[in-house]
Every structure is written in structure tokens, then in C-alpha cells.
């Protein structure tokens, strides 16, 4: 009977035991399922303190900013016809959509050729082809010199100033129609004036900006080897103009003398008179010293 009864107790402490295990666990599993109300409290404080602190995330641009590029240059070649080029280059131009901003021809006495210069502004996105364009009638290039300048942090930097400075309006407008005082509106309509006036500064560099974007630059020189008349600044011409001259004056005055020869012709009997009188004065007065000296 013993022998039973120690077995049974064993069995019994062991379930037991299980028991005791198995609630434990179950205690445990509901600590972590389900925490206290002053657990509770702590992470909904930590919730709203973490909420409070951080910081508002800035909103993502709906497209990213193109860059800016500012195209301009200058290019120097010969040709064998002026007049034909500079048809050629403004027919070309007018199709491309760009215009002709300066026009200038002049003789270059240095090199003794004509020169023909134009400053035109072009579409950006036709500045290569017009460019290509204008070396295909070149016969000799003497000199090519293109510069490409990012101006895209300026652009940015311009035009969030200017944003800025038409919220600070919105501001003061806002501020304006809340004033009672007249000193108070007064001081509000100051401020905007200076804000407006800053607004259209800003908005005329943008605008700038944009045009130079827009519209490259480029300045073509071109110019033949046909002889041109000196414009009488070089000391060739100077040299060639005086003997030119004299030679001139030369001719003057000895048509001019053959011009007055009954003039001459008395002149020179006249003074063959006095003469021939001088001679006969001169005898007498010899025949009179010898008379006296007998």
C-alpha cells in the first residue's frame, strides 16, 4: 500500500508543478500582451513628447529644376562674298527663329579689306545648328570661341527670393486689413511700398535671366581680301596723297605761267631797256672821267 502511495504523490507534485509552470507562462504573456494603465500612460506621454519634437518634414517637389544655361560666343572667318554671307546668315537666322541685335560694316585700313560684324541672339535650342550652320560657309576660320555658363543655382536662388518676398506681402496685406490706427495703417502701406519695389527688382533680374537662358549670343566677323579705297589714316595713303599733291601744284603753276606769257613778254623788254639805259650811262660816265683826266 505503500508502494502506491509514494508513486501517487510524485504524480501529483509533479502536475503540480506543470500546472505552476504553465500559469506563469500564461501570467507572462498577458504582461506583455496587455500592459498596465500607468504603462499605458508613460508610452502615450512618450507618444505625444516624440510627436511635439519632431520636425515637419519638408514636401518633395513635384519636378526637379531644368538647368539654366547661358550659351554665347564669337567666331571670326573669311569669305569670298560679304553681301552674299550676310544674306545667307540672316535667311538662316529668320528660319531658326533668332534676330539680328547689332549690325555694323566698316573698311579695315590695317589689313586693307572690308569687315562685316553681327551681333545676332538666337533660340538656345537651335544656338548648335545655326552655329554649324555659319562654319559650313566659312572658307577660312580664324578664330572660334564658344562659352557655356550654368547659371541654375542663380536661377534658384533668385526666384525663392522672390517667393519669399511675395508671402512677406501677403503678410502685411493680411496685417492691413486687420490695422485701426492710421498711424498703423500708414507704416503697413510704407513697408509694402518697399516690398513691391524690391518684388519688381527681383522679378527684372529673373526675367533677365531667363532672356540670356533663352536666347544665346553669338558675334560673327566676316570680312574678303577684295582692295578697298584707304580711308586716309594709314601713312601710305599720306605719303601717296602729298606727292600727289605737289605734283598737282607743279602742273598749276606752269599752265598758269603759259597762261600770263604777254605778261612775261613785257616784263622781259623791259628789263632789256634798263639795261641797254644802264649800259649807255655807264659809257657816258667813262667819257666824261677821261675827258677830265686830259
Not at 524690391?198 to 566676316?222: A, C, P
Request: aromatic letters at 8%; charged letters at 25%; a positive charge.
Amino acid at each position: 500500500m505503500k508502494r502506491l502511495i509514494y508513486p501517487a504523490l510524485l504524480l501529483l507534485l509533479a502536475a503540480c508543478g506543470k500546472v505552476d509552470v504553465e500559469h506563469k507562462a500564461k501570467m507572462m504573456n498577458l504582461e506583455l500582451k496587455a500592459p498596465t494603465p500607468a504603462q499605458k500612460n508613460v508610452a502615450a506621454i512618450s507618444d505625444i513628447a516624440y510627436d511635439e519634437q519632431k520636425p515637419e518634414q519638408p514636401k518633395e517637389s513635384t519636378h526637379e529644376v531644368s538647368k539654366k544655361i547661358i550659351k554665347e560666343g564669337d567666331i571670326s572667318f573669311e569669305t569670298n562674298n560679304i553681301r552674299q554671307t550676310r544674306n545667307i546668315l540672316c535667311s538662316s537666322l529668320s528660319k531658326l527663329g533668332g534676330y539680328v541685335g547689332e549690325e555694323k560694316e566698316s573698311n579695315n585700313s590695317d589689313n586693307n579689306r572690308k569687315e562685316y560684324n553681327l551681333n545676332v541672339r538666337i533660340p538656345s535650342g537651335n544656338f548648335d545648328q545655326f552655329l554649324n550652320g555659319v562654319v559650313s560657309i566659312a572658307e577660312k576660320i580664324d578664330s572660334k570661341n564658344i562659352r557655356r555658363t550654368d547659371v541654375t543655382t542663380e536661377y534658384i536662388d533668385i526666384t525663392t527670393q522672390l517667393a519669399n518676398k511675395k508671402i512677406l506681402e501677403g503678410r502685411y496685406l493680411e496685417l492691413l486689413k486687420k490695422a485701426n490706427k492710421m498711424a498703423d495703417m500708414l507704416e503697413i502701406e510704407n513697408k509694402l511700398t518697399e516690398i513691391r519695389t524690391d518684388i519688381e527688382s527681383t522679378q527684372g533680374k529673373l526675367n533677365y535671366l531667363l532672356k540670356q537662358v533663352d536666347y544665346s549670343s553669338l558675334d560673327i566677323t566676316f570680312y574678303n581680301k577684295q582692295i578697298v579705297p584707304d580711308n586716309g589714316y594709314s601713312f601710305g595713303y599720306k605719303l601717296k596723297s602729298a606727292l600727289s599733291d605737289g605734283w598737282i601744284i607743279l602742273v598749276t603753276l606752269f599752265f598758269g605761267f603759259l597762261q600770263v606769257w604777254p605778261i612775261w613778254i613785257l616784263l622781259g623788254i623791259a628789263i632789256y631797256l634798263i639795261q641797254k639805259w644802264r649800259r649807255k650811262q655807264g659809257i657816258q660816265k667813262a667819257i666824261s672821267a677821261k675827258k677830265i683826266a686830259e
